[in-house]
């Protein structure tokens, strides 16, 4: 059997079985087997394309099975729906495409599904995939085609709507909004993007510049660990929104030597990587924070590279609010969030989130932006940010906190953000900045400088 078509089926039961997340599998998969960069590149292909537009894949297959698919077994159904993204999104030949995915039915030990699999496939190869495309489309209007046609559940499509009117990017004036633009770049495989840690590498060091971000670098392709710059430490793997989050921070304005900054949710510690690049020069100390010990690690080890490397501390960020009352000078709260920002890069995430999951994050976001504004110095400025656009987590959490809070302002971030971006963003009228994968390239993310009124 072809191995990159073994490794995208297992990564989709892995996915499955496991809850694993595919950006982590895959390249263990990838680097076990030992493939060359053209069946890598198949693998990668045929398992983040299966996964992200999976909801549009089982719509096809459903008008050629006549059963509820919670009677199949999981195993025919991977196979099933790998078998469907190369017949309808891939140009690969029809005999290889069928044979293959019917010969994992039978690698998976389910032998007696084989021709059941193979009768649903050849289905599948007597339409075109415009002609299944319509099918799988028709009689559906509004949200329900888009969520349809772009392979994102409904509830995510309405969340995507209201952001982007509150952003003035929403339907005007009889003008169509950009929904559509943002669902069909979430279906995207993006480019990976680097950053160039400041006073480690420069950009021309590390490759070509990137989009939006001063910074940021375009990775050649390939596996970026390959990169010598990141193979040092230097330059990281790391969205330009990531980077222009954390720079929105370290940038907007001088920093005074003594400064003390934290990182209140550090892990894997990307940003708090930028960051620690940024304090250096200024004389400022970084100390990093982040509730999990596997991921307290992985800041460890991102900040391993600077001499000496900034403090990493373990527990939940919000003790910081009796532990270290007006202590810091600078905060950034990347908080835990849904991640409906990153949903290109995240292939399985659409699909594993739950409108259910949104008021727990909120509640907690809610709660670590107390323990944020409280561990700030009168005058200090701390940084609200998310990888998602949810208004629920983004915009209403920060209304709440500066309703609650007379000595906060709400700096104008999309100005900021002016000053250090590489082009002109056409950012939102602020003071909220939020980034969007079809107007900039990055993930979605929301950014909001907050400042504290000197007592
Ligand atoms: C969005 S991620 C941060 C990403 C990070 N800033 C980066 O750029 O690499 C949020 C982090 O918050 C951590 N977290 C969740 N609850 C927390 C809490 N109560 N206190 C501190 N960290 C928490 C999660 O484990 C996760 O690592």
Request: net charge negative; hydrophobic share 45%; proline share 6%.
């Amino acid at each position: 059997m072809q191995p990159a078509r073994r490794i995208a089926y297992e990564v989709l039961r892995a996915v499955r079985e496991d809850d694993a997340y595919a950006n982590l599998v895959l390249p263990a998969l990838l680097a076990e087997a030992r493939l060359d960069s053209a069946d890598a590149a198949l693998a990668t292909e045929l398992a983040y394309g299966t996964l992200r537009l999976r909801g549009y894949y089982d719509r096809v297959l459903s008008l050629v099975i006549d059963r509820d698919f919670s009677k199949l077994d999981p195993e025919v159904l991977d196979a099933l729906r790998l078998g469907a993204h190369q017949l309808l999104s891939m140009r690969v030949a029809v005999h290889a495409a069928v044979g293959e995915s019917v010969a994992l039915v039978g690698s998976a030990g389910k032998g007696s599904a084989k021709g059941f699999a193979n009768g649903v496939l050849r289905t599948l190869t007597r339409s075109s995939p415009e002609e299944w495309h319509a099918r799988a489309l028709a009689g559906l209007t509004g949200d329900d085609r888009l969520a349809a046609e772009y392979a994102h559940p409904p509830w995510v499509v309405a969340a995507f709507r209201e952001a982007l009117a509150a952003d003035g990017r929403g339907e005007r004036d009889g003008r169509g909004g950009q929904l559509e633009s943002l669902l069909a770049a979430d279906t995207e495989a993006p480019y990976v993007s680097l950053a160039a840690l400041p006073g480690l590498a420069t950009v021309g060091e590390v490759g070509e510049p990137g989009e939006v971000s001063p910074v940021g670098v375009r990775s050649a392709g390939g596996d970026p660990a390959a990169n010598p710059m990141v193979a040092r430490g230097r330059a990281r793997v790391q969205d330009e929104g990531s980077q222009l989050a954390a720079l929105a921070l370290s940038r907007c304005r001088p920093i005074v030597a003594g400064e003390r900054w934290l990182d209140l949710c550090a892990g894997p510690g990307g940003k708090a990587a930028l960051l620690a690049a940024e304090a250096a020069p200024g004389g400022a100390t970084l100390l990093a924070n982040e509730l999990i010990p596997t991921r307290a690690r992985l800041v460890r080890n991102a900040l391993a590279v600077f001499d000496p490397p900034p403090e990493v501390v373990e527990g939940d960020g919000t003790r910081f609010a009796i532990d270290a009352p007006g202590a810091f000078d600078r905060i950034l709260l990347d908080a835990p969030c849904t991640g409906l920002g990153a949903l290109r890069r995240r292939p399985e995430a659409r699909w594993r989130k739950q409108p259910s999951d949104v008021d727990g994050l909120t509640r907690l976001q809610g709660a670590l932006l107390e323990a944020a504004i409280a561990a700030l110095k009168p005058g200090g400025i701390l940084a609200y940010v998310t990888c998602s656009p949810h208004l629920a987590e983004t915009r209403r959490v920060v209304d709440a906190a500066l309703a609650a809070h007379p000595e906060l302002t709400a700096v104008d971030t999309p100005a900021v953000l002016a000053e250090i971006a590489t082009r002109d963003l056409q950012l939102g009228a602020g003071p909220a900045a939020q980034l969007w994968p079809h107007a900039h390239g990055t993930d979605a993310m929301f950014i909001q400088l907050l400042a504290k009124v000197e007592s």
